[in-house]
DNA sequence: TTTTTCCCGTACGGTACCGTACGGTCATGG
DNA sequence: CCATGACCGTACGGTACCGTACGGGAAAAA
C-alpha cells in the first residue's frame, strides 16, 4: 500500500537490519536481496548501491547481531548484587524471557548455519564471550577456575538445549513455564555442587 | 566418471537415502531434484516416475529418518543391566558417539528447520518418544512421575545443547571427550537428586 | 518373439534470485 | 540558479531450480 510520505532514503543500517529480521523469519538463506528490497518498499538498486553484494550484507547483519544481541541481558544480570543472584537473573531472563522473542528465532537459525564462513566466527565470538562471562561469575562463587569452566559449560549448553526444544517442540515442555521446571532447572544448572542450597539473602 | 555397469534402476528408497545424506550436508533446501538426481547419475525423468514432486522426497527421507535414527541407541541402552547403567550408557553414546556423525548433522539440520510443516510432525513424534524413554528409565531408578519428567526434560535439553554445541563451536569444549567433562555432566544431569552418587551393583 | 509395462532421458517453459549497466531524481553548496 | 554527487529505479543477462511432456529402451509377461 502506499506509505504516504514515509519513504525515505535508506541507511546500510537499514538494510542490515531488515535483514537480520529475513534471518529470523526464514533463516540466512531468507537474506535475499529482492525480497528485502520489496519489503523496504525499494528496488535492487538501492542495495547496490550500499553493498557490494550478497555477502556484504549477511556481515553487516552478523555485525549488528552481534553488538546488539549480547549486552542488554549481561546488564541486567549485573544489575544484582551478588553473583548468586547474577547467575539466576541470567538464567530466567534468558531462558523465559526470550521465548519465541525476535531474538531467539535469530539464535536458532544462526546456529543451524554455524558452519557458514560468515557466521561461523561471529558465533565463536559471541559463544566464548558468553561463556566466559559465566565461568567468572561461578568463580566469584568461589568455584574453582577448571571446575567454574566445566559448570558454565553445562549451563550455557543447557541454555543452548531449552533455546532448541522451545524452538522445535514446545509442547514436550510443562504447560506453563511459571510452574516449577523453571526452578527445578535452575536447582539443578545454577547450584555449584559444592554450595549449599540455600542462598544469599 | 563412468559408473561402469553400477548403473542399475533406482528405488524410492535410494532417492530418500540420498535426500537424507543431502539433509546431512546443506540442511532441507540442499534436497533439490536436479543435484541429487546428478549425484545418483540420473534425471529428472527418473525422480518424478517415483515422487510427484519435491515435497514427497521430503516427507520419504523424513520418514526414513524416523525409522532408522531412532531404534539404535535405545537398543544398546536395553542392553545394559539396570536402569542407572541404561540411562549412563545412552547418554555415553548419545554425546561422544555421536559427535561429528552424519546423524549428529541431520539431526541439526531438522532442528533448525522444525517449523516446516513436513518436519515439525516428525520431529514432534521422535522428541515425544525419547523423552519419554528417558522419563521411564528414571521412573525405574524409583524417582516418581512427574519429577521423573523434568529429569528426563532436562537431560534431554542438555544432550541438545550438547550436540548444538559440538556442531557449532566446538572450540570451547574441553580439548578431548575422554577428558573428566563427560563424566562432570553425566553426574550432575543423570544422578537423580534423591539417588546417591553410588550406583548399585 | 511380440507385446506390455516399467523406468528413464531429453527438451521445454516458468520462477526466483544475483549482479551489472545506466539513466533519472533530488538535495545540497557554490 | 545550476551543477555535483548521493541515492535510487528500470532493464537486462545469467544461473539454478521446479515441474511437465513425451519419446525410447530395457525387462517382464504373453
Redesign the pocket.
Known sequence: MADEKT?????AQDWARAALEAIGEGGLAA?????I?ARL??????F???F????ALVAASLDLWEREHTEAVVERAEAEPDARAKLRRLFTDVTVGTTRTAGNRIEVALLATASHPLVAPAMARITERRIAYVTRLYEELGVPAERARRQALLAFTTWLGHTQLVHATPDVLPDDDTSGYLDFVLDEVVTPEGLGGAAAP
Chains 1, 2 share one sequence.
Do not use: F, I, M, Q
Not at 519513504?7 to 541507511?11: A, F, I, P, V
Not at 518498499?41 to 538501492?46: C, E, F, L, V
Open positions: 519513504r525515505r532514503r535508506l541507511s537474506v535475499a536481496v529482492e525480497p528490497a518498499g525499494a528496488t535492487k538498486g538501492s547496490y548501491w550500499h557490494g553484494n550478497r555477502d
